[in-house]
């Protein structure tokens, strides 16, 4: 069975940094590459950050890119996210995704991901 539980997330004030972890089993490792999604209230789930199996290539979003890094800890399974300089509207629940890492370019569409976790709510106040 597949599971991915994300957790870090919480409160934090504007200008503050979080870590966001996204635990993996029931799943290779290897061959598969991991992305972080957000779904702000009210809005539409969107793409934040996407690395590929192999810990090389990396992707953002350009609302969070110089501010996010996502990284990957293969000994432990497990997919990070590190926020810095958070804004307002970073606010929103937190998915961590994983896809069958065999395409030439990133996916950044929810469709090319095969599992999700439950999601991580991360509030940034003003």
């Known amino acids: 069975q597949v599971q991915l539980v994300e957790s870090g997330g919480g409160l934090v004030q504007a200008g503050g940094s979080l870590r966001l972890s996204c635990s993996v089993s029931?799943?290779?490792?290897?061959?598969?590459?991991a992305g972080w999604f957000r779904q702000a209230h009210g809005k539409e789930r969107e793409f934040v950050a996407v690395?590929?199996?192999?810990?090389?290539?990396?992707n953002y979003a350009d609302s969070v890119k110089g501010r996010f890094t996502i990284s990957r800890d293969g000994a432990k399974n497990t997919i990070y996210l590190q926020m810095n300089n958070l804004k307002f509207e970073d606010t929103a629940v937190y998915y961590c995704?994983?896809?069958?890492?065999?395409?030439?370019?990133?996916?950044?569409?929810?469709?090319?991901?095969?599992?999700w976790g439950q999601g991580t709510q991360v509030t940034v106040s003003s």
């Open positions: 995704a994983a896809f069958r890492d065999f395409r030439r370019y990133l996916p950044s569409s929810q469709s090319e991901y095969d599992y």
């Open positions: 690395i590929r199996w192999t810990g090389v290539d990396t």
């Open positions: 029931g799943l290779p490792f290897n061959g598969y590459g």
